[in-house]
């Protein structure tokens, strides 16, 4: 059965800190790597990733995916109150575009 | 461009009364639609997908149906709702063989 595991679960930190989002997985057939940033409803989309060791960028939210080791960083750098969200994970695999989610790691930034 | 919607936005139903929430989505043709069901806290569990009309499979059995009687409208059914039907409704779409699906505002479903 495929799997996705994200950590923390959840994060409280201040305006302006740096944060790390981690996400593992174990699927068979690996396509791609999917972040999602999910406020109040509907998840909007942020990255994909197909290749190892290739940064994507995005003003102050960066990925990267580590295939050899089965697991992608989200970071956000000078962390804002509208960073407040839960960011999902999401791996594809096999056929018609399916994707297994992670549980989220649910992050708030206080003043 | 792409645009998808979902109605209703909240419902709430007694346990045994039937389902139905609609999604439809304008500005693509033939595209992969998804159903995902997300309990509180939780992330998103894939319910149905479906890559064309009258074409649908699922991945974890239970007492909910879809169709898909038109190429852009993907509906959820249930003859008897439980309790643990609960939960919110997203439904999404991707075109061919991209990965990036696109949501919609979701159904938030109460059954007492």
């Known amino acids: 059965e495929d799997k996705v595991v994200q950590s923390p679960l959840s994060l409280v930190v201040h305006e302006g800190d740096t944060v790390t989002l981690n996400c593992s997985y174990e699927?068979?057939?690996?396509?791609?790597l999917l972040w999602y940033k999910q406020e109040k409803k509907a998840p909007t989309f942020l990255f994909m990733l197909t290749s190892s060791g290739i940064e994507k960028k995005s003003g102050r939210l960066s990925s990267i995916l580590d295939k050899k080791e089965l697991f992608s960083i989200l970071n956000i750098t000078a962390t804002q109150t509208g960073d407040s969200a839960i960011y999902l994970c999401?791996?594809?695999?096999?056929?018609?575009?399916?994707?297994?989610f992670g549980t989220g790691t649910r992050l708030q930034v206080t003043l | 461009s792409q645009t998808i919607h979902q109605w209703p936005a909240t419902l709430v139903q007694p346990v045994g009364s039937p389902l139905s929430l609609e999604c439809t989505v304008e500005g693509t043709s033939n595209p992969n639609l998804y159903w995902y069901r997300q309990a509180a806290g939780r992330g998103l569990q894939l319910l149905f997908y479906?890559?064309?009309?009258?074409?649908i499979s699922s991945e974890v059995p239970q007492n909910l149906s879809a169709s898909r009687p038109q190429d852009r409208q993907f509906i959820l059914s249930s003859k008897k709702l439980l309790l643990s039907d609960s939960g919110f409704y997203l439904c999404a779409w991707s075109v061919g063989q991209y990965y990036e699906q696109y949501f919609g505002p979701g159904t938030r479903l109460t059954v007492t």
């Open positions: 999401a791996v594809g695999t096999g056929t018609a575009s399916k994707l297994t």
């Open positions: 699927v068979t057939n690996f396509r791609s």
């Open positions: 479906s890559v064309g009309i009258g074409q």
